[in-house]
């Protein structure tokens, strides 16, 4: 039985994340502790230590789960996957994928152990340290980071570099453009409560959806013949596009299957090496469909689109010119 109290419910802390002219602002992740390799940071990086709680829902969660995945950490960082359906308690863990760790029933629990004064929005993913049993960081971009790089004497992939040294500056000038205007720019329209607020996000959504497709007419990756960090990012946001945000959060301009490039390169990241296995339109689009009463009040989820992301991508001829400049 549950022995802490609740944080705030859902629709208000999502409500306090709306400024004054109705935009949303995206609160501050809480929690942002580092794991690395020498364990100087105090979270060394060791096997069985660290637990990742998901949403498969979650684009943010989603990121992790890949990375998860790509470097062959499953069997050193156990995951378990919360209900897609966030209720007023936030997430919750149900009898499919029990909470293994400590029998909770909420993901608050985790939040309230690490700081029993917490009272904002709880999020997914969340990295757990067995050991101390606190959060180390509840921060997507950090723990992706950290998956990369700082396991790799544990990882069965240690070889695969997401995050390599020499594009590290762009990497990040297009991970800001990439978080500001698509990651974080189709919630600024789907939780916008004024037409001003939701203009101000939805065009330069679709400006920033121009560019990255005319970028990628010529690169098989955003920076080129390899993939990296930013395209993990990006990814997490065009699979759940067409399906969920075009019609729910209103980012209706144009869909991502009418981008020649943007919709190649979506089926090129999906047919990746297991990434596939990583996405779960049944608990995006309940989720999303499910959760925010106050955009669909009769929480009716649809049952399209139909979307065929293992046709051929034809992007290797794209690979082999990067290549060669």
Known sequence: MESVRAVSHDAATIARERNATGAFVRQQSAFRGRVTADGSSGYP?????????????????????????????EHAIGMTVVDPVRGER?????????????????????????????????????????????????????????FNSEFNDIAEHPERDFYPEALREEIGELNAFVYANVNDGVYKAGFASTQKAYED?????????????????????????????????LFVTLVRFDA???????????????YPYLSSYLRDLYQHAGVSDTVNFDHIKRHYYMTHGDINPHRVVPAGPVLDLCAPHGREALSASTATH
């Open 201 to 233: 996000a939805v065009f330069p959504l679709f400006a920033a959806l121009d560019s990255l497709d005319d970028r990628l007419s010529t690169r098989r990756y955003l920076t080129g013949d390899r993939i990296t960090l930013v395209d993990w990012r």
């Open 244 to 258: 969920v945000y075009v019609g729910h959060f209103k980012c209706n301009l144009r869909r991502i299957i009418d």
């Open 45 to 73: 990086a060791v096997a069985d230590r660290y637990h990742l709680y998901v949403s498969l829902a979650c684009p943010w969660a989603h990121r992790t789960v890949i990375m998860r995945h790509l470097k062959g950490l």
């Open 90 to 146: 936030g997430w919750h863990f149900n009898a499919d994928d029990p909470e293994p760790l400590h029998g909770w029933n909420f993901l608050s629990e985790a939040y309230l152990a690490t700081e029993p004064s917490f009272d904002a929005r709880v999020t997914t993913p969340v990295l757990w340290d067995k050991s101390t049993g606190r959060i180390v960081s509840n921060e997507s971009s950090d723990i992706i980071e950290m």
